[in-house]
T-cell receptor, first 114, second 110 residues
Framework: EAGVVQSPRYKIIEKKQPVAFWCNPISGHNTLYWYRQNLGQGPELLIRYENEEAVDDSQLPKDRFSAERLKGVDSTLKIQPAELGDSAVYLC????????????FGEGSRLTVL | QKEVEQDPGPLSVPEGAIVSLNCTYSNSAFQYFMWYRQYSRKGPELLMYTYSSGNKEDGRFTAQVDKSSKYISLFIRDSQPSDSATYLCAMRDTGNQFYFGTGTSLTVIP
């Protein structure tokens, strides 16, 4: 069974440019998470989806970040415009939902903003 | 105070040693407890997953949860150079939200 798939793996952009990350969760997983991980830190939640509904986006910087999960499957995270401080690894994760404590991550998208 | 505290290390041990990694937490609502292994430039990989207090063993790995002390541990027996990675502890609350430690960097020296 395929795991969580993310793309692109690496992205280098100039500041003020837009960037988008894509995630395909494990089949059947209702809950999808986007995390940001800085060097030497644990993942920090940006947004959580239950099916297609964003149920926790309190940590998402809404002035420049947006996310969507159409049809409750794939998800896209966008940053526009990017700032130097956005350089980090953006991790997508999925789980079966409330009945499961198992959370599975993708390989991450490493963003460098110059 | 952070919800989850983890000693960042780094930890360096000789091959074959027993490794002990630990996390403490403050939230009594945490129900699920996990350990992840993260290699450089890779995503976190779920290593161990437990629901209740007690021990869970999987090969060379043992996860231990003590809810009364709000303390979890991961033991690695007969450590191998391939175990060199960052280990993250994680916990899930009743609201389907996950909380992570900062990770402990482990190096196993051949």
């Amino acid at each position: 069974e395929a795991g969580v798939v993310q793309s692109p793996r690496y992205k280098i952009i100039e500041k003020k440019q837009p960037v988008a990350f894509w995630c395909n969760p494990i089949s059947g997983h209702n809950t999808l998470y986007w995390y940001r991980q800085n060097l030497g830190q644990g993942p920090e939640l940006l947004i959580r989806y239950e099916n297609e509904e964003a149920v926790d986006d309190s940590q998402l910087p809404k002035d420049r970040f947006s996310a969507e999960r159409l049809k409750g499957v794939d998800s896209t995270l966008k940053i526009q415009p990017a700032e130097l401080g956005d350089s980090a690894v953006y991790l997508c994760a999925s789980s079966l939902g409330w009945s499961s404590g198992e959370l599975f991550f993708g390989e991450g998208s490493r963003l460098t903003v110059l | 105070q952070k919800e989850v505290e983890q000693d960042p290390g780094p930890l360096s041990v000789p091959e074959g040693a027993i490794v002990s990694l630990n996390c403490t937490y403050s939230n009594s609502a945490f129900q699920y407890f996990m350990w992840y292994r993260q290699y450089s430039r890779k995503g976190p990989e779920l290593l161990m997953y437990t629901y209740s207090s007690g021990n869970k063993e999987d090969g060379r790995f043992t996860a231990q949860v003590d809810k009364s002390s709000k303390y979890i541990s991961l033991f690695i027996r007969d450590s191998q150079p391939s175990d060199s990675a960052t280990y993250l502890c994680a916990m899930r609350d009743t609201g389907n939200q996950f909380y992570f430690g900062t990770g402990t960097s482990l190096t196993v020296i051949p």
